[in-house]
């Protein structure tokens, strides 16, 4: 079974600063990946950074990057330079990598953490 | 061509029609989800697709039923459905990886926000 959780129900954060929104994970799977995901008012899903559970090096996609600790089990997603339009829902998910079918398809969630940027 | 096409949009029907969602994608991804997702909670899985076939049902009540009739397309039929379906219905696409350790991210639609009157 997979578990993710985001115990930052909102966060608030100045433009121009970074912030760091949390995330905690439990798996058995020996191996995972660990997605963070911003979806707008408008609805849509998009796919901000991936981290691997075998890289080594923590992901980095422009102004995100993932500070990933694995032996805390954490993958904390990292904003520098906050915009107006990161204000939105941020949701940390993972999936099970290998083999096949079941937590190999399966995208489990957290709760999101609703991110606020004020001027 | 990135994008997952989701139609329609906005969907309001009452609780004895029967009603479809459409969802298309030409990226060649043979893993397709379909998600619901209440206001303020995360997405909820409720059907996946791999190579065309069912795979994954999370025990989703049978006034929904999906459909997928090629490697492009995904259906979901609503019939009888109850007030409390009123949510975004999100569809997602993923390429199948060759290689066990490869990373595909699943790609959404915009989704249907669908109301039950």
């Known amino acids: 079974a997979q578990k993710i959780t985001q115990t930052q129900p909102g966060m608030f954060v100045q433009e121009k600063e970074a912030v760091t929104l949390d995330c905690t994970y439990d798996t058995s799977d020996p191996s995972y990946g660990l997605f963070w995901y911003k979806q707008p008012s408008s609805g849509e899903m998009i796919f901000l950074i991936y981290?691997?559970?075998?890289?080594?090096q923590n992901a980095t996609e422009g102004r995100y990057s993932l500070n990933f600790q694995k032996a805390r089990k954490s993958a904390n997603l990292v904003i520098s330079a906050s915009q107006l339009g990161d204000s939105a829902m941020y949701f940390c998910a993972m999936r099970g990598l290998g083999g096949s079918g079941g937590s190999n398809y399966k995208l489990t969630f957290g709760k999101g953490t609703l991110l606020t940027v004020n001027p | 061509d990135t994008e997952v096409t989701q139609t329609p949009k906005h969907l309001v029907m009452g609780m004895t029609n029967k009603k479809s969602l459409k969802c298309e994608q030409h990226m060649g991804h043979r893993a397709m989800y379909w998600y619901k997702q209440k206001a303020k909670k995360p997405p909820e899985l409720m059907f996946v697709y791999s190579y065309e076939k069912l795979s994954i049902n999370e025990s989703v009540p049978s006034r929904f039923s999906p459909e997928c009739p090629n490697s492009s397309l995904l259906n979901l039929h609503l019939h009888a459905l109850q007030p409390e379906d009123s949510a975004l219905y999100l569809c997602?696409?993923?390429?199948?990886?060759?290689?066990?350790?490869?990373?595909?991210?699943?790609?959404f639609g915009q989704g249907t926000r669908l109301t039950v009157v």
């Open positions: 997602a696409s993923r390429k199948i990886g060759s290689r066990d350790r490869e990373n595909t991210e699943a790609f």
């Open positions: 981290q691997g559970s075998y890289d080594q």
